[in-house]
């Protein structure tokens, strides 16, 4: 779970006008596998069993950021339609 301060800090930060429902990872998953493969078939599963929010899935692996960061980002939504986000990586 995200702490209150992460949670004050992108809200003032990002937001700027403090819309806690703009925060979308308050709660999140990581979870890690053996191979890119398994990255894939994982988010495939979550997708399979969950409401994937379609502008909240980010492939960092086909495109990895600046740093060499790798990783599939999906936001889901969960019970009680809270979202929860999950880092797939190897």
Do not use: W
């Amino acid at each position: 779970m995200k702490s209150p301060y992460r949670v004050h800090d992108k809200m003032t930060r990002k937001y700027q006008n403090y819309d806690l429902s703009k925060v979308m990872d308050l709660l999140a998953f990581r979870i890690i596998v053996k191979s890119v493969g398994d990255c894939y078939n994982v988010l495939g599963v979550m997708h399979k069993h969950f409401t994937p929010l379609i502008n909240k899935i980010k492939d960092y692996i086909s495109l990895p950021k600046a740093n060499g960061y790798r990783s599939l980002h999906t936001t889901l939504v969960g019970m009680f339609n809270f979202p929860i986000e999950i880092q797939i990586r190897t």
